[in-house]
């Protein structure tokens, strides 16, 4: 079956960068949208952005023209690149896909087990 694996994350400073990625691996036919969401201590997973097979992108408006998100659809990947982050920032980032089921004729939402970004000085 499908998995995903994210890396990445790590400690970084207010203001720096990070860049994460997302493979999915298994008997992938194709996948359809993907995405990176959050959870930060104390909250509920939010939507960080996303992006379809055509490479139509959506982010949440906290991380608009900080964050951007991109895929290789030939390896599968999703990737986030986090510029000028802040310590709201700090979450645990998992991403999400909509993978192709052959068996049941529809996208099946796969998710991975998550990396965590911390942000502080």
């Known amino acids: 079956q499908v998995q995903l694996v994210e890396s990445g994350g790590g400690l970084v400073q207010p203001g720096g960068s990070l860049r994460l990625s997302c493979a999915a691996s298994?008997?992938?036919?194709?996948?359809?949208?993907m995405g990176w969401y959050r959870q930060a201590p104390g909250k509920q997973r939010e939507s960080v952005a996303s992006?379809?097979?055509?490479?139509?992108?959506n982010y949440a408006d906290s991380v608009k023209g900080r964050f951007t998100i991109s895929r290789d659809n030939a390896k599968n990947t999703v990737y986030l690149q986090m510029n000028s982050l802040k310590p709201e920032d700090t979450a645990v980032y998992s991403c999400?896909?909509?993978?192709?089921?052959?068996?049941?004729?529809?996208?099946?939402?796969?998710w991975g087990q998550g990396t965590l970004v911390t942000v502080s000085s």
């Open positions: 999400n896909a909509e993978v192709w089921s052959v068996a049941l004729s529809r996208y099946l939402g796969v």
């Open positions: 298994g008997r992938i036919f194709s996948t359809n949208t």
């Open positions: 992006i379809t097979s055509g490479g139509s992108t």
